[in-house]
């Protein structure tokens, strides 16, 4: 498989050139039973958008919203493994600390993507549903080969989640929810205002 100089799968290096290896690292992640992947989208173009609720405080915001999602989607015992972001030296916040405070998060890692296939793949997931949102507002020159590389692996997975391929993720900002016997994949638009 292709990867970048580190060894690492990022949706932001998919190309036409390494889309086949990207597709056959989604076709592995979608041959496990059991898998599950929730996701919470903050959009910054929403008229509310602020950090208020946070005391307007980005790692306030990022930890809370982490622990909030866990906390609502997680259906059963987890050893979490989350990427490492630089936690600012001013902040008495640890997102190991405050993940583990929900019930089913038995113990937390935080490691950088290049040590993880599973950062990697969620990298590559999230990367997907930013792709059908950003598309949806007309984001992305239609001429690039780039974009036109990234579109054609988003729809890879909408097709694996028997989405057609001009459904939204957030379709009218509403959820995106698949739960069958073999996966669970949840896109939920967040709120700027309240829990």
Known sequence: MWSSRHHEYKFAEVTHFNIQDYVDLLNL???????????????KTDPEANLERWDDDPWRAYTYIARELLEKRMTRDVFAIVDLQSKPD???IHLEDVLCTVDMVKGCLRATS?????????????????????????YYDPASRR??????LARFLKAKLGMSRKGRFLADGQPFELADTRAK????KGNWRSG
């Open 29 to 43: 992640y979608f041959s496990f039973s059991g898998v599950e992947f929730h996701s919470v989208i903050m959009d």
């Open 114 to 138: 290049d040590m993880s296939i599973y950062l990697q793949l969620v990298d590559l997931l999230l990367g997907c549903v930013q792709y059908d949102l950003k598309d949806g507002m007309g």
């Open 147 to 152: 974009a036109e590389a990234k579109g054609q």
């Open 185 to 188: 994949f949840t896109v939920v």
């Open 90 to 92: 001013r902040s008495e």
